[in-house]
């Protein structure tokens, strides 16, 4: 444990920014560790804990598609669920916790395991004030024993990882307002518009169940009327929420 924070305490104080802070977390954490990747995600707390992507990481992959993986963005995925149940996870065989997920969640973290064949990983979030601001995973091509000695340190270190992330807080408040602005009109509309897309596509499912057969076109063209008014006026909601930080969605079509 002494060894490990020594390192913390010396390695990353000098850093500027939230983003450098982290990579050079992730890098001391590697070399501790051992890992064969560990990745950091800076997160919004004013969203929840969405992550901002790309993510970094420390480690070479095996399969550059790995990469393109996480950078992509995700929503409902196994990344989320971590994030949402907020408390660590350590993982001794990820082949079968990535099982226990159904094939259409599949899309970020999940997906990353299968194609870099990760066999343990541990997920630490770490907090600061009590908001959601990083998380880390250090995955493992090799199965792990995650002992309690192991734990302790990482709940140690994530405390002091979180307590350095307040000096960010320093900064004059209206230096992160636009930003926050557009992440939370960002995540808002990212969020709202898979819950609708799915509610829409569950009753068109539900309509041929019924019928036996496919949607009858004047049916199936008032439901993308449907899409495309609420779609519309949802946009228009974050475009006067966010002031005009977010003047790229007035032409955003349904399909992007």
Not at 68 to 83: F, P, Y
Not at 120 to 137: D, G, M, W, Y
Request: net charge negative; hydrophobic share 45%.
């Amino acid at each position: 444990m002494q060894q490990l924070i020594a390192s913390l305490l010396d390695g990353v104080e000098r850093e500027q920014t939230p983003r450098a802070f982290l990579a050079g977390v992730g890098a001391i954490l590697h070399e501790y560790l051992q890992a064969d990747l560990v990745i950091a995600y800076e997160l919004i707390p004013e969203t929840g804990g969405a992550p901002k992507l790309p993510p970094i990481w420390t480690g070479d992959f095996d399969n550059a598609a790995a990469g393109q993986i996480l950078t992509a963005k995700s929503q409902g995925g196994a990344l989320d669920q971590l994030i949402g149940r907020w408390e660590a996870c350590y993982e001794e065989d990820a082949p079968a916790w990535h099982g226990r997920f159904p094939s259409e969640t599949t899309r970020d973290f999940t997906q990353f395991i299968q194609t870099e064949s990760i066999q343990s990983f541990v997920f630490l979030p770490i907090a600061a004030q009590k908001e959601r601001r990083a998380a880390f995973i250090a995955a493992f091509r090799q199965p792990r024993i995650w002992r309690e000695e192991t734990q302790r340190t990482l709940k140690v270190a994530g405390a002091l990882i979180g307590s350095h992330l307040r000096q960010f807080d320093r900064l004059p408040a209206d230096a992160h307002a636009p930003q926050k602005r557009k992440a939370i009109a960002h995540t808002l509309y990212g969020k709202t518009a898979v819950v609708f897309k799915e509610q829409i596509d569950a009753l068109e499912r539900e309509i041929v169940r019924t019928l036996g057969q496919s949607v009858p076109p004047g049916v199936a063209e008032r439901l993308q009327m449907a899409r495309q008014t609420v779609f519309e006026e949802m946009r228009n909601l974050v475009i006067e929420a966010s002031g005009d930080l977010l003047v790229d969605l007035e032409t955003m079509s349904l399909a992007k």
